[in-house]
């Protein structure tokens, strides 16, 4: 006698011909309880914002830590799907040091005719920079180090996705005049065509966002003259979302029904990947607008640039061993280093790099904290890496 199944609720795969804007329109129209997020500071516009330096007295303790990101995951799932945090770089002289990086990449790839595009907006005023982690990292690795030391970053992202994180960024510069991206969701199923995506069995489209957590620190104030972005919230439940973002109906009803928060400069928010959002039209008279947004990719999943980890950690070691001299905390050098090099072990070639102490090869983040640990040198480091990157090729 065969034992009864349960009966599947959700299809093998979704139709963009299922989706349904009435149906859509009735699940984001939703209020946000504050008192459902006790550590949230206030609720605008359906978006949760927090207080970052109340945060930081909160997670002080492995219990308020624990606490605190049980509820961003929360956030970002039962809830809005975007929360702002206040004052996330409280030291804004660090955040102006890496936009300076960033104005003289953004110059140096136009005066080489490099100049990069948007992916959900046509040409114009908008300038891009890909892969900006790597290129302020070979830059001014002073600047990266305390830069991506950053306490809130590390928070959210493990929370969201755990230990093993790896971070990427793209700079979007919008100058008075720069046009709305279109609303969209984001990597991985957000990039692919509709066609191609709906070959992906739902499940797929359900995994899809928690491998990664798309977020933006403001680079300069942003008054919503200028455009800051546009958020959908709870769009990001809509199960058939990835199939429905590029009908016309619904994003009829996004343009009706988006909200959009000014920023300051350390300000920093962050938002799950399905989230229906995109960055507005900069309608003032003088605000260059300047983001940097964030790609933090699982340490299961695949991220969206190539970043070459080991000319990315040769670069900030000696940063690091001046600001572990200079009495900088652990956190902080771990937050750094977690941003800087490559946190998964694999792939790798297994005939070179066998398990170390369990069951996975020494990742090159643990090559690194291991060196800070012994304070090893520049030089031995960067043969280290040498060799670890030697360890991972088949040939």
Not at 22 to 36: C, G, K, N, P
Not at 251 to 278: I, S
Not at 284 to 290: E, H, L, T
Not at 293 to 308: K, P, T
């Amino acid at each position: 006698m065969s034992t009864p199944t349960t009966p599947r609720t959700t299809p093998l795969r979704f139709r963009e011909t299922d989706c349904d804007v009435a149906e859509f329109a009735r699940l984001v129209d939703r209020t946000t309880d504050l008192a459902d997020y006790p550590h949230a500071a206030d609720v605008r516009h359906e978006v949760l914002v927090y207080d970052a330096d109340l945060l930081r007295r909160t997670t002080a303790d492995a219990e308020g830590r624990e606490e605190v990101e049980a509820e961003l995951v929360r956030a970002l799932t039962d809830g809005p799907g975007v929360v702002v945090f206040e004052g996330a770089y409280p030291d804004v002289a660090v955040v102006d040091r890496v936009s300076a990086v960033f104005d003289a990449v953004i110059a140096d790839e136009k005066a080489a005719g490099t100049a990069k595009g948007d992916h959900f907006a046509a040409a114009g005023a908008n300038d891009r920079v890909w892969n900006a982690l790597e290129k302020l990292a070979v830059r001014d690795p002073e600047a990266f180090v305390d830069y991506y030391a950053n306490d809130v970053l590390a928070l959210v992202s493990t929370a969201w996705l755990g230990p093993g994180y790896q971070v990427t960024s793209q700079v979007n510069l919008v100058r008075p005049g720069g046009k709305a991206q279109d609303p969209h969701r984001d990597y991985h199923l957000g990039f692919l065509s509709n066609s191609v995506a709906a070959r992906y069995p739902a499940h797929v489209h359900l995994l899809s966002p928690v491998l990664t957590l798309q977020g933006a620190v403001a680079h300069s104030d942003m008054p919503v003259e200028s455009g800051p972005t546009m958020y959908l919230p709870y769009s990001h439940q809509y199960p058939q979302g990835y199939l429905a973002w590029r009908r016309p109906e619904f994003r009829e009803h996004f343009a009706a029904h988006h909200v959009q928060l000014p920023l300051r400069t350390g300000d920093a928010a962050f938002f799950n990947p399905a989230l229906f959002h995109g960055a507005g039209t900069n309608v003032s008279a003088d605000v260059q607008r300047c983001a940097n947004l964030l790609q933090v990719s699982s340490a299961f999943g695949r991220a969206m640039e190539s970043v070459d980890r080991v000319r990315t950690a040769r670069a900030v070691y000696p940063a690091l061993l001046a600001r572990k001299a200079s009495g900088a905390s652990p956190e902080f050098l771990a937050n750094a280093v977690s941003a800087a090099s490559e946190g998964y072990p694999f792939p790798t070639n297994l005939d070179l790099d066998p398990n170390v102490g369990g069951l996975t090869p020494l990742s090159q983040t643990e090559l690194l904290a291991q060196a800070l640990e012994q304070d090893l040198s520049a030089d031995e480091v960067s043969a280290q890496l040498d060799a670890y990157a030697a360890r991972r090729r088949t040939h």
